[in-house]
């Protein structure tokens, strides 16, 4: 899971909901998506679409 956004180098850490992916995991922010790359990926022209969330695990 890429720390950053491939755009602005927004930081998105594993537990963000501001991030997007495509199939090749290219991750970039929701902003870049959505104002500068119309939902596409600049690297392979695939579909941006929510990357999904892993929380930290709870301290035992």
Known sequence: MRPDC??????????????VICSFECTFCVGCAAEMLDQRCPNCGG????????EAPEAV
């Not at 930081?11 to 909901?17: A, D, E, I, Y």
């Open 6 to 19: 491939g755009c602005c180098g927004r930081g998105l850490p594993p537990s963000s909901r501001e991030a």
């Open 47 to 54: 579909e941006l679409v929510r990357r999904p969330v892993r």
